[in-house]
């Protein structure tokens, strides 16, 4: 099935919540590099991407719309633009897989939506977009499942632990080093990033101190 994929990506300053082990300078390196492993998926279902920017960012692999405005304005602008099925996707699913997503593309339903932990969205896709609009932050999944309700769409909630496991805390960085594939895990591994094991539990290094 052809679907066109949005990609909300904030190119300045992004995941402060990792400013305790990284920089500004490489969460932003970080952040693009994740983004990439999501667009490489995303391509590689036969699709193609829009990157909803808060900047001027520079992308040969996917289209580019910069938006001033928050982030549910945002895709809200963009879903009824599409005469297509759409996906909403976040920038920081470094686990993710073509495979993952032809679990979610293959649904019977007028929608498949993949919650994120700590109840969050992390995946929408939707058969007629125009008839969708998204409400982000908080507790953003039961949300999205009472709008679907209300426009009339029938919902697949897909379990997927690839596509559940997004990067925001260091705490996190585990799974990434872990299950990772693709460029995301190979940055970390670059710069210092390793896998120890310290009274039986798997701890984040880097360059010999304790992360998490």
Not at 52 to 64: I, N, P, R
Not at 108 to 117: H, S
Not at 143 to 162: C, F, N, P, Q, T
């Amino acid at each position: 099935m052809y679907f066109h994929a949005l990609i909300p990506f904030k190119p300045k300053n992004p995941k402060t919540r990792l400013s305790a082990v990284l920089s500004q300078e490489e969460r932003e390196e970080f952040a693009r590099v994740m983004l990439c492993d999501v667009i490489n998926a995303v391509n590689r279902t036969g699709c193609t991407a829009t990157l909803l920017t808060t900047s001027k960012y520079e992308c040969h692999e996917a289209l580019v719309a910069v938006r001033k405005e928050g982030l549910n304005e945002a895709i809200n602008w963009a879903l009824p633009q599409f005469h297509c099925p759409a996906m909403i996707i976040m920038s920081d699913l470094p686990l993710v897989t073509a495979g993952a997503l032809q679990k979610v593309l293959s649904t019977d339903k007028d929608m498949a939506i993949v919650p994120g932990l700590g109840g969050g969205t992390n995946v929408i896709f939707v058969k007629k977009p125009e008839k969708f609009h998204a409400e982000y932050y908080g507790f953003s999944f039961r949300r999205h499942l009472e709008i679907a309700k209300e426009a009339g769409l029938s919902v697949e909630i897909v379990d997927s632990m690839r596509l559940s496991t997004d990067v925001d805390e260091p705490s996190d960085l585990v799974e990434l080093m872990i299950h990772g594939r693709g460029l995301a895990r190979e940055w970390l591994y670059g710069h210092g990033f390793e896998l120890n094991v310290e009274n039986g539990r798997l701890k984040v290094m880097r360059n010999g101190e304790t992360i998490v």
